[in-house]
C-alpha cells in the first residue's frame, strides 16, 4: 500500500483486481470498508473509472473532513473510484453556526442538516458545507 499527501489529505493507494485494467482506487483516509470501489453499486460497468468531489466551504466557514481526515476549510477537489461512499462530517469555526451541506444524497436535493452525512460518488459531484455567521443564515448556492 502506497501513501501520497493530497490537497493536506493522506491518501492511499491500493491495487484492486478490476476485470481488465488492475486499477487502482484511492482512499482518503478511510476506514477499511469505506471509500472502496463496490462493483455492485458500479452501475456503469466501467471498472477503475475515477470521479472527483469538490468541496465548496463557503467563507471558510466550517471545518470539514472527509472520510474521518484531517480538517480542513479549504475549498478540495478529490478523486474517487466511481462507486465510492464518502463519509462527511462539518463543524462550524468559532463564532459560526452549524447550517447545512448542499448537494449530498438527500432525496429531494435541498439541504441536508446532518453534520454528519455521506455521498456516493455514482459521478462528479460538487458539494457545499454552510456554516453562517447568524443561527438561521444561509449561504449562497456553489
Same mark, same amino acid.
Given at each position: 500500500?502506497?501513501?501520497?499527501?493530497?490537497?493536506?489529505?493522506?491518501?492511499?493507494?491500493?491495487?484492486?483486481?478490476?476485470?481488465?485494467?488492475?486499477?487502482?482506487?484511492?482512499?482518503?483516509?478511510?476506514?477499511?470498508? &469505506?471509500? &472502496? *470501489? +463496490?462493483?455492485? &453499486? +458500479?452501475?456503469?460497468? +466501467?471498472?477503475?473509472?475515477? #470521479?472527483?468531489?469538490?468541496? *465548496?466551504?463557503?467563507?471558510?466557514?466550517?471545518?470539514?473532513? #472527509?472520510?474521518?481526515?484531517?480538517?480542513?476549510?479549504?475549498?478540495?477537489?478529490?478523486?474517487?473510484? *466511481?462507486?465510492?461512499? #464518502?463519509?462527511?462530517?462539518?463543524?462550524?469555526?468559532? &463564532?459560526?453556526?452549524?447550517?447545512?451541506?448542499?448537494?449530498?444524497? *438527500?432525496?429531494?436535493?435541498?439541504?441536508?442538516?446532518?453534520?454528519?452525512?455521506? #455521498?456516493?460518488?455514482?459521478?462528479?459531484?460538487?458539494?457545499?458545507?454552510?456554516?453562517?455567521?447568524?443561527?438561521?443564515?444561509?449561504?449562497?448556492?456553489?
Amino acid at each position: 500500500m502506497r501513501k501520497l499527501l493530497l490537497l493536506g489529505f493522506l491518501v492511499a493507494c491500493s491495487s484492486t483486481p478490476s476485470g481488465n485494467d488492475g486499477g487502482t482506487d484511492a482512499t482518503v483516509d478511510a476506514p477499511a470498508d &469505506t471509500g &472502496t *470501489k +463496490d462493483a455492485a &453499486t +458500479d452501475s456503469g460497468g +466501467d471498472a477503475g473509472a475515477q #470521479v472527483t468531489l469538490t468541496l *465548496k466551504n463557503y467563507l471558510a466557514w466550517c471545518d470539514v473532513s #472527509v472520510n474521518s481526515g484531517a480538517t480542513s476549510t479549504s475549498d478540495q477537489s478529490l478523486p474517487f473510484a *466511481k462507486g465510492a461512499v #464518502v463519509n462527511l462530517h462539518s463543524e462550524p469555526g468559532n &463564532t459560526f453556526f452549524w447550517g447545512y451541506w448542499v448537494g449530498t444524497d *438527500k432525496a429531494d436535493g435541498g439541504e441536508d442538516l446532518n453534520k454528519t452525512t455521506t #455521498v456516493t460518488m455514482s459521478a462528479d459531484k460538487t458539494i457545499q458545507a454552510c456554516c453562517p455567521d447568524t443561527d438561521g443564515g444561509s449561504c449562497p448556492a456553489p
